[in-house]
Structures are given as structure tokens and as C-alpha cells.
């Protein structure tokens, strides 16, 4: 009779879903309370209940063992930490580069018709890779990631998005009448749409019919075939404030689109938009059918295989556009080109902003015969530190440094700028993402150059990256690493170091010794009180 208990406990133990085994438990159906093992096998599609909660700790690793999806109705709180991720993923990958099945990636969360009763969810410091929104229920091939429709409760902050895909829109993320924060993210290698079967919009992110906050996001090398490498915003405007869109590609609109959308209520501003790229139109961005106003953006570097290498407009729409800089923008086979307007009766109106070439050189019917507002713009070299990300920033001396208007009351920018200084110096702007520093410390611009700071090694990198600097002479120096919004990461070097070349490591770690979340951050070298940036990227 002993014997026979014994046995039918072992039996309950493997079979039964949610039992502990060790480190690990196997899931399915309803779930609900806290997930504190180190690894959650998904064995078979699970939900939420509306009046249950599940908390997900910090650490744990999510791994769906087949084409299943997170059914959110109730209330999920997913916090991670710095250095300790949620981690979503898929246990076999075989088959996930064939978008036409749903082989080789898990199905999405699906956060749907929430009521007002349930308590908000959230992510935050989570890792998602390989979700697969690709169904025979087409409401299910949107939002590889996570798919939200009709809720605002959501919070995603401080995750990585790596490697997501959907077949119609939002290769990770998919928002629809949803009033979501979306903020500190970081976007890379998201793919939206189906060949040229479905022209996809957004390549990382997409919003619909909502005001979600879009804000201190990185979007790096994500694609559709439709409209938007990173981010897509339709039908109604949301705030875009302090994003950077590097390397993003798409038919229209490489890096940012945004389009039909009949009256925009919120600004488009302090965005960093370089290297995209696009087939068709629009590299940099791409504005269909809709008028915002963007302010504060730096948009180079951008490059379109047919035509508008920077900004593009189409559908008679007139965007307001104020301390812009649209430099360095290409088409074709690299001739210049900064702004396109497709139809004459799309004509946006400029002001203070530094566009190569200026009007003169608009392409597209309507710039050929360009009848909008051009007030007080220039268009001289901007005068960037470097064309390093980390050094869009502005020189002390540059064209384009308190160049804008004086009245700035009915702006509202954010208060930061993107590297998360001081928007407002003395009462006034700079043109461009980043406000010129020197009027709070030392004048760059006076100071010899008397160090070198080389490219970091490997980059990107996931285990350590070696900094290398040379000096003319024994100087004091400092390095410390920082992320995209300006704040502290590390200490790695503050002391007298004698003149030549040196070498420093860094971990990827952060100052308390844990692993830094993936994503773009900046090493710091300052040397005779001159500061030199390199661009580290962590995946």
C-alpha cells in the first residue's frame, strides 16, 4: 500500500501543471499568483482571469515549448531588475525566418477589452525574443511581442525587443486604442510584414486609433515592407518625444511614418533619426496624409534608394516645423537631398531650422514649387562634434547653437534634451536633439586637443568591450560610462595616467556590479577638461 501512494505522488508531480520541479515548473491553462522558479515551461496556451493576478519575478525565464500565447484578462505584473531579466522566449526557433508559418516562435500577450476595475499590467526590465504573431485568425498576426487593443493600463519600460516578428503590423509591439507608456526600451532586429505580399507597418512599434507616450526609446536596425523600419503612428497622434531611430529600414519612412490622421494634438520632438534607410520614399521620415508639428529633431545621414533621402511629405499636408536639422540626407545613388514633397499641395511650413541647401533644393512637385512658410532657417554645416551617435551633439561654436526663436511659452517640449540635459539654457533653445552644454562648465571650444579617444572594441558586445585613448602628456582623466539619457552607469577610471596609450575593459556591468540591460550607451573620456564620447552598443 506504501508503495502504491509513493507512486501516485510522483505521478501527480510530472504531470500535474504548475508543480515544482527544482528549479522549474511546466504551465498551461489558467494561471495566476507568483512565478518565482528559475525557468516557466509554457506547455500549452495560458490566460489571466479577470479577477486573478499573476507577478512574474525578477530573473525568471519564460520558455513557451510551442506555438502558445499569454491570454492577459487580468492583471500582470512583470518586474524584472538591471541585471536580472524576464526573459520571454521560444524553446525551438526552427522555422521562425519563415514568415508564412507560425513554426519557431511563441504566439504574443495578448492584452484585450480590459475593464477599468483591473489593476494596471506591466514590464519592466524584460527581454522578449522570437514571439511570432503569425495566425490563421489574422486579429492574431499583430504585434509579435505583445499585442494590446482597447486598454490603457499598461506600463512597458527598460525591455529589450530582439528578434520579434508579425506578419501585418508591430513586429513587437501592436497598439490599438491603446493609451500605453512606452518608454527606455530598446528595439532591435523586429520585422514587420510579408514579403511584398502585405506592405507591414511598423517594424518595432505600431499605434493605432491611441495617444500612447512614446518616449526615451532606442529603435536600432528594425525593418517592415510596408511603412516604418522602427515606429508607425496612424490614424490618431501620440506624444514622440527623445527616441533614436539608427538604422532602420523600410519601404516608406525608414526610420519614423506617420499618416492618416485628420487634426494632430501632440509634438514630435527631440528625436535622433540617422543612418535609416528606405526603397521608395522618406529614409529618415515619412509623412502621409497627416499635418504635426515637429520640433527639436535632428534628422542626418538618412539614406533612400529612390527619392527624399530625409523628410518626405504626401497627400497635401502642411507640418509645422520648428529647430530642426535636416543635414546630410541622401537619395539614389547619393545625391543630396533633405526634404521631398510629392504633390503641390503639400506644403509644411519652416522655421528656424538648418536644412542643407534650403529651399532651393526641395524635391518632389511641391518642393519644386515650394509656396509654405520659410522663416529664419539656415542652412550652414551644423557644426556636430562628430557623426558618431554619441556626438550629434552641437559644438560650442556651431551655426546652430541659440539659433531659435526667443518665444518658446507655446512649445511644450520635454524638459530634457535627448542626452537628458537641460532643454532651456538661459532662456533659450539650440537647433537640433541635443542642447549645447558649455554655458554650465568648461568652453570646449577653447581647449587643445590633446587626447584621442578610438572607436570601442568589440562593438556590439555582449561580454566585455575595450576602450583605448592616447595622450600628449600626463593628464588627470576620468572615464565613466553613462546611458542615452545621460545617466550614471560606471566608473572606470579617475586618476593621473602618465602620456601614450592605454587600454581600459569594461565588463558590462554597472556600478553595484550587475549586468547592464541591452541597449546604446555612451563611454565618457575627460581629459585636461575636455570630454570625448564613444558609442558602445550592449545586445
Not at 442 to 471: C, H, K, W
Amino acid at each position: 500500500m506504501k508503495n502504491i501512494i509513493i507512486r501516485l505522488i510522483v505521478i501527480v508531480l510530472v504531470l500535474l501543471p504548475g508543480i515544482s520541479q527544482g528549479s522549474s515548473i511546466s504551465v498551461s491553462g489558467l494561471v495566476s499568483g507568483t512565478w518565482d522558479v528559475d525557468t516557466i515551461n509554457v506547455m500549452g496556451n495560458i490566460e489571466i482571469r479577470e479577477a486573478e493576478t499573476l507577478v512574474i519575478n525578477a530573473g525568471v525565464l519564460v520558455l513557451f515549448q510551442g506555438q502558445y500565447h499569454l491570454n492577459v484578462n487580468g492583471c500582470l505584473k512583470a518586474n524584472g531588475a538591471s541585471g536580472l531579466l524576464i526573459h520571454f522566449t521560444m524553446a525551438d526557433t526552427t522555422g521562425f525566418n519563415n514568415d508564412t508559418i507560425p513554426d519557431g516562435g511563441w504566439k504574443s500577450i495578448r492584452i484585450e477589452n480590459l475593464p477599468p476595475t483591473v489593476d494596471s499590467t506591466i514590464f519592466n526590465y524584460c527581454h522578449f525574443t522570437f514571439g511570432k504573431a503569425v495566425d490563421v485568425d489574422s486579429t492574431h498576426s499583430y504585434g509579435g511581442a505583445i499585442c494590446t487593443r482597447n486598454t490603457n493600463k499598461i506600463r512597458i519600460s527598460n525591455c529589450t525587443f530582439q528578434n520579434n516578428y508579425s506578419y501585418f503590423n508591430g513586429g513587437a509591439i501592436f497598439l490599438e486604442q491603446s493609451n500605453a507608456r512606452i518608454e527606455h526600451n530598446y528595439f532591435t532586429d523586429n520585422n514587420a510584414g510579408n514579403g511584398w505580399n502585405y506592405y507591414g507597418y511598423g517594424g518595432a512599434v505600431c499605434t493605432d486609433w491611441g495617444e500612447p507616450l512614446i518616449q526615451n526609446n532606442t529603435f536600432y536596425q528594425n525593418s517592415s515592407t510596408g511603412i516604418a523600419g522602427g515606429l508607425c503612428v496612424r490614424f490618431t497622434d501620440c506624444p514622440v518625444y527623445n527616441n533614436t531611430f539608427d538604422n532602420n529600414f523600410s519601404a516608406l519612412g525608414g526610420g519614423f511614418g506617420i499618416l492618416h490622421i485628420d487634426t494632430c494634438h501632440h509634438i514630435i520632438a527631440n528625436n535622433l533619426i540617422i543612418n535609416n534607410g528606405a526603397t521608395f520614399f522618406g529614409a529618415g521620415i515619412s509623412n502621409n496624409d497627416c499635418s504635426p508639428t515637429y520640433i527639436n529633431n535632428t534628422i542626418c545621414n538618412n539614406h533612400c534608394y529612390g527619392a527624399a533621402g530625409g523628410f518626405y511629405c504626401k497627400d497635401s499636408v502642411a507640418p509645422n516645423l520648428y529647430n530642426n536639422i535636416i543635414f546630410g540626407n541622401t537619395q539614389y545613388g547619393g545625391e543630396t537631398n533633405q526634404v521631398r514633397l510629392m504633390d503641390l499641395l503639400s506644403q509644411p511650413n519652416f522655421y528656424y531650422n538648418d536644412i542643407e541647401g534650403g529651399k532651393e533644393n526641395f524635391g518632389g512637385e511641391g518642393g519644386i514649387a515650394f509656396s509654405g512658410d520659410y522663416e529664419n532657417n539656415i542652412k550652414t554645416n551644423p557644426e556636430f562634434e562628430s557623426n558618431d551617435i554619441s556626438d550629434f551633439a552641437l559644438k560650442y561654436d556651431s551655426p546652430c547653437v541659440d539659433a531659435v526663436t526667443p518665444d518658446i511659452s507655446g512649445f511644450e517640449l520635454p524638459q530634457f534634451d535627448l542626452a537628458g540635459n537641460p532643454r532651456v539654457i538661459n532662456e533659450k533653445i539650440d537647433i537640433g536633439a541635443f542642447e549645447n552644454q558649455s554655458l554650465l562648465g568648461i568652453d570646449r571650444g577653447t581647449m587643445p586637443e590633446n587626447a584621442v579617444f578610438y572607436p570601442p572594441s568589440p562593438n556590439p558586445s555582449s561580454d566585455f568591450v575595450q576602450l583605448s585613448f592616447s595622450m600628449k602628456e600626463n593628464s588627470e582623466v576620468n572615464i565613466t560610462l553613462i546611458d542615452l539619457k545621460g545617466k550614471f552607469v560606471k566608473s572606470l577610471v579617475n586618476q593621473i595616467i602618465p602620456a601614450g596609450t592605454h587600454q581600459v575593459s569594461w565588463d558590462i556591468s554597472n556600478n553595484n556590479g550587475n549586468r547592464v540591460v541591452p541597449g546604446v550607451y555612451f563611454a565618457k573620456l575627460k581629459v585636461c577638461n575636455v570630454i570625448y564620447h564613444q558609442k558602445i552598443v550592449v545586445n
